[in-house]
């Protein structure tokens, strides 16, 4: 009872006192969430000031929960720094006692938030140079577990997609699901026309809807964290974000995981991996029909005897290998969930709803950082992962970093060479990059946690498999490869056209420069960095300095007229005198505030 007072108190204070007053103080900066190219209503916005939108009333319900559930995880200190009027009651909802630490209580509180913070906790897990190495291995551990939608629901969404009932294009459609996720779930059935059985892969019904209000929340609460706590700038708050909300909303378009099912069936040899068959017929944005996959998961075969371990982690590392060096296309999230062994034993990958690309030239890169790292060459190795990065932020001590790099690449010397879990030296050099402000293309960090998560599975099936005899023949293969006549030829040709065609542009732009000089209208942009800070900062002073020369000049002057004893009088000195003394008196006064607050 006295949460519930406490919480209606608290929702009461918020509406009240906070979101209008900041909306007009702050300028739409918490929850306008204008920077993430999908339109969204602030919850004041400044156009219409005491007006209240429907969304933006569902949206102040939404903030409710997630303010009670991060005090009930003891993160009301953070609600405290955001400045929200009566968050001083949070602190009377008891929060969950336990032994858990920062990062487990992020965990928890995310799957108390439900299936669009689930999702996003899963979505920042595939990024190691945004995260924390112990926040990442908390947000892995994200589980669906969300309650089972109604099947009437889940009937009426079937039917509205295939443009028919379920008996007309279903012999048998199991009334239970198979599988229950955050997004969507998965029922049995069988075809009519077709035959055969199937997997129904059903959106959750209002799930778009739902997730696009906490993203548009989540927008709000990144960008003004973002801005106002300098120390969490480096995790860049609002570009996370910007991350999970494009890889949502590209998830909830089931026809685009069945277009990358296409695609990666395209590039299948006959001893690769299967990809379950897609019926493109029965499937939509919203419904994906796709062939049942009779056999055992990842996870279920670490204790099973009557198959051949070794040769099947053999099987699911070469496919994520081949995946990633070979094809440039790859399954972005190989765990074992997503991975079969069928009744024939070969391996079947699902769930292609998040992939990676790669360029021919980021393919070449990547093989020379994995000979780095496969040979212990740590001058090829510091070579590449620096030529891969961007700065961001300061600039950087490339020694010092060159040191730190060195110092992980010797910890892993003291394994044997058939004991380097390269997977975990990778996660490491990513959280170094993190460390220094340094960028990784979003591609090539999505690539190496598709690798961890590939060596991951495959140890969890066959622990003692030899992971770098496996990845370094691909390796060598593939970097002879590169040196092919008709590789090296086609790299020729190509510059030689570029060559050819800037030969034909420099004249002209030479042209260009000397007639420019003759006019005299040649000139420099020089940009520098924090400019605006350094004008600032000596307007600030030439201010405060004028100030201190017009007080002096006052308290002098007024010192004069109080010697003439000049009438009327105040006190029983001249009044204009006084005044001046307390004109002096003040502007000394917030000169001295000015000067001690900054």
């Not at 300098?230 to 277009?259: A, C, G, K, M, T």
């Not at 279920?300 to 371990?309: I, M, Q, V």
């Not at 997503?338 to 699902?350: A, E, G, Q, W």
Request: a neutral charge; proline letters at 4%; one cysteine or more.
């Amino acid at each position: 009872m006295l949460c519930s007072t406490v919480a209606v108190s608290m929702i009461s204070n918020i509406i009240s006192s906070y979101f209008v007053p900041i909306k007009i103080r702050r300028r739409c900066h918490v929850f306008a969430a204008v920077d993430t190219g999908y339109s969204c209503l602030p919850i004041m916005p400044v156009q219409t000031r005491g007006v209240m939108h429907i969304n933006d009333l569902r949206k102040l319900g939404r903030f409710k929960d997630i303010v009670a559930i991060m005090a009930k995880y003891g993160f009301d200190d953070l609600v405290g720094h955001l400045d929200v009027p009566g968050s001083d009651l949070l602190r009377k909802i008891h929060p969950v006692t336990t032994e858990m630490n920062s990062y487990q209580r992020i965990r928890a509180a995310i799957e108390d938030l439900g299936p669009t913070f689930i999702k996003f906790g899963q979505v920042m897990s595939l990024r190691p140079d945004m995260l924390p190495k112990e926040l990442l291995e908390e947000l892995e551990r994200l589980q669906d577990d969300v309650p089972v939608a109604d099947f009437e629901e889940i009937k009426a969404t079937v039917e509205k997609n295939i443009g028919m009932s379920i008996k007309e294009a279903f012999s048998i459609f199991d009334v239970d699901p198979i599988a229950a996720a955050s997004l969507s779930q998965v029922h049995k059935g069988v075809l009519r026309q077709e035959g055969g059985f199937v997997a129904v892969k059903v959106q959750r019904p209002d799930i778009e809807k739902n997730i696009k209000l906490d993203l548009d929340i989540l927008s709000g609460i990144a960008a003004f964290v973002h801005e106002q706590f300098e120390y969490l700038r480096s995790y860049d708050l609002p570009e996370l974000v910007r991350v999970v909300r494009r890889n949502l909303i590209r998830e909830l378009d089931f026809s685009q995981e069945l277009h990358n099912m296409e695609i990666a069936r395209s590039y299948l040899a006959d001893d690769d991996f299967t990809i379950p068959e897609t019926y493109r017929k029965y499937s939509t944005k919203k419904m994906l029909v796709m062939e049942f996959v009779h056999g055992a998961r990842f996870r279920e075969l670490a204790t099973a005897s009557e198959y051949d371990r070794e040769l099947i982690a053999t099987q699911g590392l070469r496919a994520g290998v081949k995946q990633i060096l070979d094809n440039g296309f790859f399954h972005a999230d190989p765990h074992p969930g997503n991975l079969f062994v069928k009744n024939d034993m070969s391996l079947c990958l699902i769930d292609w709803g998040q992939v990676g690309r790669l360029t021919e030239k980021d393919r070449f890169q990547i093989i020379e950082l994995l000979k780095g790292i496969v040979e212990k060459d740590s001058d090829s190795l510091v070579r590449n992962f620096l030529r891969l990065c961007d700065v961001k932020g300061d600039l950087i001590d490339p020694s010092h970093l060159e040191r730190e790099l060195l110092e992980i690449l010797d910890n892993y010397h003291a394994f044997p060479i058939k004991d380097l879990n390269v997977g975990q030296f990778l996660l490491e050099m990513t959280e170094l990059m993190r460390r220094h402000n340094l960028q990784m293309p979003t591609e090539f960090v999505v690539m190496i946690k598709a690798l961890v998560t590939a060596e991951g599975s495959a140890r969890l099936v066959y622990p003692n498999l030899d992971i770098v005899s496996e990845i370094g023949d691909y390796v060598h293969k593939l970097a002879r490869r590169r040196y092919r006549p008709d590789i090296v030829w086609r790299n020729m040709r190509n510059s030689l056209a570029s060559f050819w065609f800037n030969q034909r542009q420099i004249p002209l732009q030479l042209g260009q420069i000397i007639g420019k000089l003759e006019r005299g209208k040649l000139g420099f942009s020089l940009n520098l960095k924090k400019i605006d800070e350094l004008v600032k900062a000596l307007e600030h002073a030439s201010n405060r300095l004028t100030a201190g020369i017009i007080t002096g000049a006052i308290i002098m002057g007024s010192s004069m007229i109080i010697t003439t004893g000049v009438k009327p009088l105040l006190f029983g000195f001249p009044a204009l005198g006084v005044i001046g003394y307390l004109i002096s008196v003040v502007i000394g006064l917030w000169l001295v505030f000015t000067i001690l607050r900054s």
